[in-house]
């Protein structure tokens, strides 16, 4: 058997559409922790000589371990190449030191990738400052796949076209725009300024165009929901009508997630790439396509 989909409990369900999709077995990886919080990763190659080892990196610092771990066991047992499949991946961010004395996560993380894995493939990555996956991630083909054609397909269902699109930033625009567009809607985007890990301030320029409009709050990241509670606010008040949310990856607890209800937001969907009760949108058609393009399938 060339390849097989590896994964951990917790995204067995997506990557069996993974696996169906790329028509080949899926396989789990096992962990058992230790009472002093070590892990014992059990990953067995079956044979596959590429294996696509599936794992978003929410909450990430355990699970970066038993990756590594994982991919060390699968080549061991006789994989010749290990691809990343992390829908969700961390540390992206912080791509400078901000203040003296910070790590530079994402270039940390992203050199501990490139030595453990032949490839990597995300979606959405929360990039700043460079352009191309494989700055952050050097010497091995780097995917950056965009959810945009999953989110388009679950949104047009049921679309009403007066429906205005909002992004909440300047960073969303070009994101917010390739929903926007082939779905043939308004859009507006915001302009925010982050104070704090839950403190922004909001403004949306055009915001008179909302009243008595549905309105489609887009982000490619739902993390404590402070954005999207900003935006509702100022929403609610121009008049909006029923205010949504869809995002690529939705990260919330559930008391964000009651906020952002009470906010206003009636329905936040978003994409399977990281396991929450709002991820009903499935990535694996995107995952499958780029795998089989990139000639891993073999
Ligand atoms: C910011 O640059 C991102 O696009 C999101 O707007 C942000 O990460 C959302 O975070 P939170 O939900 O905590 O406001």
Redesign the pocket.
Known sequence: MSAAVFAFAGQMAQAGRLAQRCGVPLHPVTVRRFPDGESLVTAQAHGARTALLLRSLDDPNAKLVELLLASAALRDGGASRVILIAPYLAYMRQDIAFHPGEAISQRVIGQLLAQWFDGVVTVDP?LHRIERLDQAIPGIPALALSAAPALIAAIRRGLDPRTVLVG??S??RPWAQSIAVPLGLDMLVGE?VRHG??A?TLEIPGIEQVAGRPVLLV??????????VACAALLQAAGAGKIEAVATHVL?SPDDMAQMAAAGITRIRATDAAAHPAATIPLAGVLADAIRAADWLD
């Not at 982000?219 to 929901?225: A, E, M, Q, R």
């Open positions: 929360h909440p930033d960073e969303s925010k890990d839950r922004v982000d490619d990241l739902i993390s404590s929901g402070t954005t999207l919330a």
